[in-house]
């Protein structure tokens, strides 16, 4: 019909006819690894859809390799670095991806080690594995209970663990040279007292509680260990709390606090009678004084100006008796790191009293035989000039007993590489080589070792020093109970530890002692080194390892010692005492105002006794 028009439905805008639905292909590749050796194999990984077929290409020669239209694997050993192409082809099109896989020198078969410290721990406890790995690109840990993985760097690293349950752990390391495996196994135990066969004792010098860890808090509570798996904080009673307002004078009225000292070799101080008793209180010897603590700059002056104790010395007021140290050092080096986490990780009194109100030997002596001095408060042997001691020894208890136990003396020096000034070293009568331990100051010491000048034939259980590096075979001894502290971690390694060991210092080289010259890092080295031997040790799982000090040895205490038999002092918060404040003390056995009444091992009980005729006199 004249001028109708004639009009085409749109079923696209713009468009008279249908449009293509049809999707274009995707395609992924990838290789593992992407860096090989010549003459080592990679996997091509490749993911398509919406195609019809999928070709991997390369860009060095005509190979290809035609895979479904989904993808798939594909292992490759390119001679070079190849650079491959995924090609898929759909009804919609052409889609491709690229992948390049490096050739590179080989580096070598991977090595890879792993330990565990320690290897034996309780429930609820931590092993630290180490691993380390050389020609690897990937190190995993992995375990024989659980799918659980650790992925550390190349070069292996460090992970914490906490199995409940004894856990073998395998270091698996990855490299273009291959694989290397290695394990470690962790054991863990029930921690039952009754499973403890070796208790092993060391006690080094002269420290006390307040000047090695009265800033244990902070530490604790930067590394979130002062909450315990019961979810209560715990604290330490240190200093941390009272470096504001704790102070102590000298002679001449200066006033010096609490401060974080600079010198890990600071000069000496006595804890002799004389000196124990003016810490407490300067001035008052009466049974009635003040338990001030405010004598110790004053006690370390005296010490320096008359000239006292070892080594030289440049502090002359007193003032290094307020030195404290932490875990980090001023300058922010390592100070008592090592003490500082191990005191975190085990039990730690925070009460330090010495057995006896003197020096080393007498508290040596108390701690050896139980707790008492049978009335000695002096150096027997560089005071009293006494013979050797018939005092009963825990030696003597282990042998007597009725199911006798073992023990061991382990010395770390010899009369020869002795140079204490001060008696600690025994009473340095005996050969160069003979051993340096407190052992010696008991009769009872003589059945396993005693000088032999006259080259007799030794009595068993006795045999020729030559046995212990002596060839002039001066004295003799038994090195089934005496032993030099090398054989220690011999023992440890192969499980053979006595039911007691005793660890005897090297007494003036890394005993900790102030004023002998020693840095104290190097007797927290020491004492580090036997910790973990024993640790990484089979000993470790039936073991209980303790260290003390002998005496407070004049650093400063915020604690009073305790009051002749009580047990004040003892408990934190409840410690009966405030500055200023008056209780019954030892005090009433250091002084008496009337006649002379000496103190005899074997006499009647009373409220006080004399040292001399002139108690307390200079040093007494």
Partial sequence: MIGAAFVVPLTSCGSGAKASTTPVPTVTISANPTTVTSGSASTLTVSASNATTVVISDN??????????????????PAATTTYTATATGAGGTATAQVTVTVGAS?????????????AIAQGASSILTVTATNATQVVISDNVDSSTFTLAGSGGTQSVSPNATTTYTATATGTGGKATAQATVTVSTGSATAINHVIFMMQENRTFDTYFGMLNPYRQANGWNVGDDGNTYNVDGIDDKLATTSNDDDEGDSFPLFHTISSCLDDMSSDWLASYGDVSRYDFSTARKMLMDGFVHTAEGESKGGFGDGNFTDLTGQRAMAYYRDTGVSGAPELNYYYYMASQFALSDRWFSPVSSKSTPNRLATLTGGTTQGLVKDPFTNDHLPTLSTESIFEELDSATSPA???IYYSLTQGGCNEVDGDCGNKTNPSLYPATSFS????SKKYLYNNSSQAACKAPTVESSAVGDSSNSFCIDIKHLAPVSQLFTDMAAGTLANFSYIEPAFGLSDEHPGSGQSIFTGQAAV????????SSPSWPDSVFSLSYDEGGGPYDHVPPVPMHSNDNTITGNMGFLPGGSIPDIGSIAFNPDTYEPCLPNGAATAHCDLDSVDPGPRS
């Avoid at 895979?67 to 050993?77: D, F, I």
């Avoid at 100051?441 to 009872?444: G, N």
């Avoid at 580090?528 to 640790?535: T, V």
């Fill in 528 to 535: 580090a080194s036997m910790l973990n031997k024993l640790m």
């Fill in 60 to 77: 060095t020669d005509s190979s290809t390799f035609t895979m479904g239209a989904s993808g798939g694997t594909q292992s490759v050993t």
């Fill in 441 to 444: 100051d008991f009769s009872y």
């Fill in 107 to 119: 580096t070598g078969t991977p090595t890879v080690t792993i330990v565990a410290s320690p290897t």
């Fill in 406 to 408: 073992s023990w061991r």
